[in-house]
Nanobody, 127 residues
Framework: QVQLVESGGGLVQAGGSLRLSCAAS????????MAWFRQAPGQEREFVGRYSWSGSWSAGSTSYADSVKGRFTISRDNAKNTVYLQMNSLKPEDTAVYYCAATLGGSSSRAGSYDYWGQGTQVTVSS
């Protein structure tokens, strides 16, 4: 079992940067594959990126949605039990509630593959 808490959301100007954090409870954080999703009003959850230590990826592999590739970066700090989402060159269309997710079942871009979810943190990008 793991509990996830997102933080770091807020209001930023287009072109600006923001770093989100996902803090996990317990002492088995390094065993989980982690991912970030987002959901804008009236839309489905959208895959943002993932960070995997196993599965079909080699240890430490990352993968990103085309919409954020080159702008967003996921990193993981096992000492702090925290995964980060660094967001650069933000656009108004990035506005959404951002969620982190975890699974022991292997990294995936599908929301249904993840067993544990944080409460979400709002990111608003103004023009």
């Amino acid at each position: 079992q793991v509990q996830l808490v997102e933080s770091g959301g807020g209001l930023v100007q287009a072109g600006g940067s923001l770093r989100l954090s996902c803090a996990a409870s317990g002492r088995t954080f390094s065993s989980y594959a982690m991912a970030w999703f987002r959901q804008a009003p009236g839309q489905e959850r959208e895959f943002v990126g993932r960070y995997s230590w196993s599965g079909s990826w080699s240890a430490g592999s990352t993968s990103y949605a085309d919409s954020v590739k080159g702008r967003f970066t996921i990193s993981r700090d096992n000492a702090k039990n925290t995964v980060y989402l660094q967001m650069n060159s933000l656009k108004p269309e990035d506005t959404a509630v951002y969620y982190c997710a975890a699974t022991l079942g292997g990294s995936s871009s599908r929301a249904g593959s993840y067993d544990y979810w944080g409460q979400g943190t709002q990111v608003t990008v103004s023009s």
